[in-house]
């Protein structure tokens, strides 16, 4: 667990777990890699361990170069052997995006930077947590590192990476929806 988002993660979360359904946009640079890839394990978890109908899913980038694109052939290939079929079309970030999601997961420390800016008013902002918060495997990662000019390896460990911090958000979200008081 990070603790420098500790404090973000606490507050977005208790709010979250008093909404009907819950609504989570996973963003990243150029919504081809990262950003597609979480919005894909978080989909396979929620379908085999929660209430698909009580959750929305979606991914953006806050760069707009691959508008309409498929994720990353590169991405696709290695989340597809964990049996993860990503089919999401790139698109940016939008303003609506704060009111229309619950939860805003940046990748990174830039991607994080570039949401607080776009965020419409500081209240809207603390739906921003980023994905480190959630992971507790390879503590030395405060941020889902950019795989595009790595090799296989790069992709590999943004997977390992995705899979732990999904699975904990979903754990996190669950637990606090059961038991509020007990995580306060
Ligand atoms: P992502 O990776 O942010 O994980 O989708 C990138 C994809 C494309 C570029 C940068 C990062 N790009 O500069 O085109």
Request: aromatic letters at 8%; glycine letters at 6%.
């Given at each position: 667990?990070?603790?420098?988002?500790?404090?973000?993660?606490?507050?977005?979360?208790?709010?979250?777990?008093?909404?009907?359904?819950?609504k989570?946009?996973?963003?990243?640079?150029?919504?081809?890699?990262?950003?597609?890839?979480?919005?894909?394990?978080?989909?396979?978890?929620?379908?085999?361990?929660?209430?698909?109908?009580?959750?929305?899913?979606?991914?953006?980038?806050?760069?707009?170069?691959?508008?309409?694109?498929?994720?990353?052939?590169?991405?696709?290939?290695?989340?597809?052997?964990?049996?993860?079929?990503?089919?999401?079309?790139?698109?940016?970030?939008?303003?609506?995006?704060?009111?229309?999601?619950d939860l805003?997961?940046?990748?990174?420390?830039?991607?994080?930077?570039?949401?607080?800016?776009?965020?419409?008013?500081?209240?809207?902002?603390?739906?921003?947590?980023?994905?480190?918060?959630?992971?507790?495997?390879?503590?030395?990662?405060?941020?889902?590192?950019?795989?595009?000019?790595?090799?296989?390896?790069?992709?590999?460990?943004?997977?390992?990476?995705?899979?732990?911090?999904?699975?904990?958000?979903?754990?996190?979200?669950?637990?606090?929806?059961?038991?509020?008081?007990?995580?306060?």
């Amino acid at each position: 667990m990070m603790d420098i988002y500790e404090k973000r993660r606490r507050r977005a979360i208790a709010r979250i777990a008093g909404l009907p359904a819950v609504k989570v946009l996973f963003v990243c640079l150029g919504n081809i890699c990262r950003s597609p890839a979480a919005h894909g394990v978080m989909q396979a978890i929620v379908d085999a361990h929660g209430d698909s109908a009580l959750w929305h899913i979606d991914s953006a980038g806050t760069g707009d170069y691959h508008t309409g694109d498929l994720p990353d052939r590169r991405m696709r290939v290695h989340a597809q052997r964990r049996g993860y079929s990503l089919t999401h079309r790139a698109r940016q970030v939008r303003e609506t995006d704060f009111d229309d999601f619950d939860l805003i997961v940046p990748m990174d420390a830039s991607n994080d930077r570039n949401l607080m800016r776009l965020a419409p008013s500081t209240e809207l902002a603390e739906k921003i947590v980023p994905m480190a918060a959630w992971i507790d495997i390879c503590t030395r990662y405060d941020h889902v590192p950019d795989p595009y000019y790595e090799g296989a390896e790069g992709f590999e460990l943004v997977l390992d990476l995705l899979e732990n911090a999904c699975n904990r958000l979903f754990d996190d979200i669950e637990r606090e929806k059961k038991a509020p008081a007990e995580n306060k």
